[in-house]
């Protein structure tokens, strides 16, 4: 974890299904860009929160 991380809370919808994933990063831009090299640049996603 990186100093100044904080936990996100990102809805993904992958195969048409809305699933919520935990993400430490600094920011939220940040957060979505652990889940885009995750699942793939067309993966949607629907709101990103801090928890």
């Known amino acids: 974890m990186r100093c100044g991380a904080k936990c996100f809370l ?4 992958i195969n048409e299904k809305v699933q919520t994933k935990s993400v430490n990063a600094r920011t ?3 957060a979505r860009k652990v ?3 995750a699942y793939g640049r067309e993966t949607v996603i ?3 929160r801090e928890k």
């Open 10 to 13: 990102v809805e993904v919808e």
């Open 28 to 30: 939220p831009a940040g």
């Open 35 to 37: 889940i885009r090299s």
């Open 46 to 48: 629907q709101t990103v």
